[in-house]
């Protein structure tokens, strides 16, 4: 089972994924994320500092998901294992959409069309939704700053997630981020537990 967790920066992210760890250690999960997970991920963390050109930054972040589901995510969810990823590929389709806007003539075909025939698409993506104000003051604590974190960066990167949830309504599940800490996390550890649930039973014969 793949779950993938998603949202703007500023939207709580870290904070949800540090105490799932600890409200879902019974199912053993393995934690994972995008950028990162592998040695490709330095290069895209090199590549975001740096500000190099979209198309290069892009091409890194899918391959740092290659890399991440050949060596991580594939083997555990063949062996049956829970796998959360803080980001996936839904990061790329809202951010790059917005990076190579006006670099590529359709930047969103041609972000699906390199995940096409070889990607995993989740069971579920719990996509945490805040308004941009609350987004960039929470941002305005942080230093270093990534070219990300500007207002019609984030603007447009939200609508595009939203205009996904609203595509696939049965794999994303809309998180208010503005609630208190403890419902978030209740309300995503229990969201997880019953696709979990439900899946057990509909393998039953
Ligand atoms: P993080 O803040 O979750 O570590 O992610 C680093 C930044 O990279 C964040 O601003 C979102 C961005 N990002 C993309 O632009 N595309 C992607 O595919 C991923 C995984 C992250």
């Known amino acids: 089972m793949l779950i993938t967790i998603e949202g703007i920066d500023g939207t709580g992210k870290s904070t949800l994924l540090t105490a799932l760890k ?3 250690a019974d199912l053993d999960p393995i934690f994972t994320r995008e950028p990162g997970a592998t040695w490709v991920g330095e290069a895209v963390r090199r590549a975001i500092a740096e500000q190099i050109d979209p198309i290069t930054e892009a091409s890194l972040f899918v391959a740092d998901h290659a890399a991440h589901l050949s060596t991580l995510v594939r ?3 063949n062996k049956g294992r829970l796998v959360i990823s803080d980001r996936y590929s839904d990061s790329r389709f809202a951010y790059q959409s917005v990076t190579l806007k006006g670099v590529v003539p359709d930047p969103e075909g041609w972000l699906r069309a390199m995940h ?3 990607s995993i698409i989740p ?8 308004s941009i104000d609350d987004a960039l003051a929470r941002l305005a604590d942080k230093s270093g700053r990534e070219h990300f974190e500007k207002r019609e960066v984030l603007e447009a990167v939200q609508n595009n997630y939203l205009a996904y949830a609203w595509a696939e309504p049965s794999r994303f599940v809309i998180v ?6 403890e419902e978030i996390v209740k309300f995503v550890a229990d969201g997880i537990r019953q696709i979990l649930q439900s899946s057990k039973s509909h393998r039953q014969p």
């Open 22 to 24: 600890s409200q879902l």
């Open 75 to 77: 083997p555990a969810l």
């Open 116 to 118: 096409d025939g070889w």
């Open 123 to 130: 069971d579920r993506t719990f996509l945490l939704v805040l």
């Open 176 to 181: 208010d981020a503005a609630l208190e800490k």
